[in-house]
C-alpha cells in the first residue's frame, strides 16, 4: 500500500550534503529542511496554534507517552483525532513514548517483548509494546508516526548497543505489522547504534529493508559533544535511501540545525527553544541573551534588532524582564514565540542558502554573528 508521506527532493547543495525538498503529508506539503515546534501535550507551550501558523511551523510533534496517560488516545480518537483536537490543520508527527520511557531508569524492565514501568504521574504499573505504541498513534491520529525503540545512553558498552539495534528492528518489524491504518499515517524507523560506525550502519541497513517511508535518526543529543554528533551523522546520514525524509530528534540549537542540515538532515524537532524561553533565555542573532539579568531592567530596544517578530516589534527588554520578574505570563509567552519565530527564521534562511549554493558562506557569517568560536564551532 502507498504511504501518504512522500519526499520529493528539489535539489542537492553544489558544496555540501545540504537538500531542498518537499514533504507530502495528508495535510500539506511542506519545505524541507524544517525545525518542528513540539507540543508535548497537544500544545506547544504558551502558544496559540494560529500564531505557529503565522509564523511560518509547519509539523509540529506531540507525545504518545503523555497523550496516552493524559487524556487518553480513546478521547482524542473521539475528538476526531489530534488535528481535530488541538485545532491545528498542518502536519502532525508523534514520537513513540520510547524515549521518555526509557528516560524513567530507575523503574523500567527492558524485555523482548515490550518496556514495563511505572507511571510518571501516578506510579501505576504500565506496559508499553511496539504494538501498543502503535495502536495509540493510530487513534492519536497524526500524519507521521515513530517505531517503538530503545534508546540506549550514549556511552554504553558496544555489546549492549549491538543488543539493543537487533531488538529495536525486531520491534520496528512488530510495529508495521500492528499499524492499522498505513494509507493515511506514515511510520518511520528509528536508526540507533549510539557512536558506533558498524552498528549504526546495520541499523540503518535493517531498517532500510523494511522500507519505511521516512527515518528518524535517535540517540544522539544525549550528552555527547557537537563534534561526536556530526561524526555520526557524517556516516549515518549517506546510509539513508535518498528518496525518503531524514529526520534527526531532538536536536534544536541554531548551530545543530545547520551542521545537520550540511550532512543531509531534512528534519529537526526539540523543546529547547520554549523551555529556555520559560526561564528568560532568548535566542538572537548575536547570540544567547537572558533577558532575566539586571542589566536589562532599563534596556528599551527588542530582544533582537534584527528580528521581525510580534515580540520584537511590540515589546522592549525591560517590559519582557519586568514580566519574568513578576512571573507573569505573558513574558513567557512573547519569549517562546520569539525563540520558535528565530529557529523557523533560520531554517527559512538555510533553504534560501541552499537554493543560492552559498549554505557554507551562510553558516560562516551566522556563526560569526552569532559569537559560536572554533571550539563548540568547528568547521565543516
Given at each position: 500500500m502507498e504511504s501518504p508521506i512522500k519526499?520529493?527532493?528539489l535539489k542537492k547543495e553544489k558544496h555540501t550534503g545540504a537538500r531542498l525538498g518537499l514533504l507530502q503529508t495528508p495535510h500539506g506539503t511542506f519545505e524541507t529542511p524544517m525545525f518542528m515546534p513540539v507540543g508535548t501535550l497537544a500544545s506547544v507551550k504558551t502558544?496559540?496554534?494560529?500564531?505557529?501558523?503565522?509564523?511560518?511551523?509547519?509539523?509540529?510533534?506531540?507525545?504518545?507517552?503523555?497523550?496516552?496517560?493524559?487524556?487518553?488516545?480513546?478521547?482524542?480518537?473521539?475528538?476526531?483525532?489530534?488535528?481535530?483536537?488541538?485545532?491545528?490543520?498542518?502536519?502532525?508527527?508523534?514520537?513513540?513514548?520510547?524515549?521518555q520511557v526509557f528516560s524513567l531508569a530507575d523503574t523500567r524492565n527492558i524485555t523482548e517483548e515490550g518496556v514495563h514501568f511505572k507511571s510518571?504521574?501516578?506510579?501505576?504499573?504500565?506496559?508499553?509494546?511496539?504494538?501498543?505504541?502503535?495502536?495509540v498513534q493510530n487513534d492519536l491520529g497524526p500524519d507521521i508516526m515513530m517505531s517503538l525503540d530503545e534508546c540506549p545512553p550514549y556511552f554504553e558498552s558496544y555489546e549492549y548497543v549491538k543488543n539493543s539495534i537487533n531488538r529495536t528492528t525486531r520491534w520496528a518489524e512488530?510495529?508495521?505489522?500492528?499499524?492499522?491504518?498505513?494509507?493515511?499515517?506514515?511510520?518511520?524507523?528509528?536508526?540507533?547504534?549510539?557512536?558506533?560506525?558498524?552498528?549504526?550502519?546495520?541499523?540503518?541497513?535493517?531498517?532500510?529493508?523494511?522500507?519505511?517511508?521516512g527515518y528518524s535518526i535517535g540517540?544522539?543529543?544525549?550528552?555527547?559533544?557537537?563534534?561526536?554528533?556530526?561524526?555520526?551523522?557524517?556516516?549515518?546520514?549517506?546510509?539513508?535511501?535518498?528518496?525518503?525524509?531524514?529526520y534527526l530528534m531532538g536536536v534544536g540549537?541554531?548551530?545543530?540545525?545547520?551542521?545537520?542540515?550540511?550532512?543531509?538532515?531534512?528534519?529537526?524537532?526539540?523543546?529547547?527553544?520554549?523551555?529556555?524561553?520559560?526561564?528568560?533565555?532568548?535566542m538572537t542573532s548575536k547570540g544567547r541573551l537572558v533577558v532575566k539579568n539586571a542589566k536589562y531592567a532599563r534596556d528599551f530596544r527588542p530582544l533582537d534588532e534584527n528580528c521581525n517578530c510580534y515580540a520584537c516589534r511590540n515589546y522592549t527588554r525591560a517590559y519582557i524582564r519586568h514580566l519574568l520578574k513578576?512571573?507573569?505570563?505573558?513574558?513567557?509567552?512573547?519569549?517562546?514565540?520569539?525563540?520558535?519565530?528565530?529557529?523557523?527564521?533560520?531554517?527559512?534562511?538555510?533553504?534560501?542558502?541552499?537554493?543560492?549554493?552559498?549554505?557554507?558562506e551562510?553558516?560562516?557569517?551566522?556563526?560569526e554573528e552569532y559569537g559560536f568560536n572554533e571550539k563548540n564551532a568547528k568547521k565543516f
Open positions: 519526499y520529493t527532493l502558544m496559540a496554534p494560529e500564531e505557529l501558523d503565522e509564523m511560518g511551523a509547519s509539523v509540529i510533534l506531540s507525545n504518545t507517552y503523555h497523550l496516552w496517560l493524559r487524556p487518553g488516545e480513546e478521547i482524542v480518537k473521539e475528538a476526531g483525532g489530534l488535528h481535530k483536537f488541538m485545532n491545528w490543520d498542518k502536519g502532525i508527527l508523534t514520537d513513540s513514548g520510547g524515549f510518571h504521574l501516578d506510579g501505576r504499573k504500565l506496559f508499553l509494546s511496539p504494538e501498543k505504541a502503535i495502536q512488530r510495529g508495521l505489522k500492528a499499524h492499522q491504518n498505513p494509507n493515511t499515517q506514515g511510520l518511520f524507523g528509528i536508526v540507533q547504534g549510539a557512536g558506533f560506525e558498524d552498528l549504526r550502519k546495520q541499523s540503518a541497513k535493517d531498517l532500510v529493508s523494511l522500507d519505511f517511508p540517540g544522539l543529543s544525549v550528552g555527547e559533544s557537537k563534534d561526536e554528533m556530526n561524526r555520526v551523522l557524517d556516516f549515518t546520514v549517506p546510509m539513508l535511501p535518498e528518496n525518503k525524509p531524514h540549537t541554531a548551530d545543530s540545525l545547520i551542521d545537520g542540515v550540511i550532512r543531509g538532515v531534512d528534519m529537526f524537532d526539540c523543546v529547547l527553544p520554549t523551555r529556555i524561553a520559560r526561564n528568560g533565555t532568548c513578576t512571573d507573569e505570563l505573558f513574558g513567557m509567552h512573547l519569549t517562546s514565540y520569539h525563540n520558535l519565530y528565530f529557529l523557523l527564521d533560520v531554517m527559512k534562511k538555510v533553504r534560501q542558502a541552499i537554493k543560492d549554493d552559498n549554505l557554507l551562510f553558516r560562516e557569517s551566522f556563526f
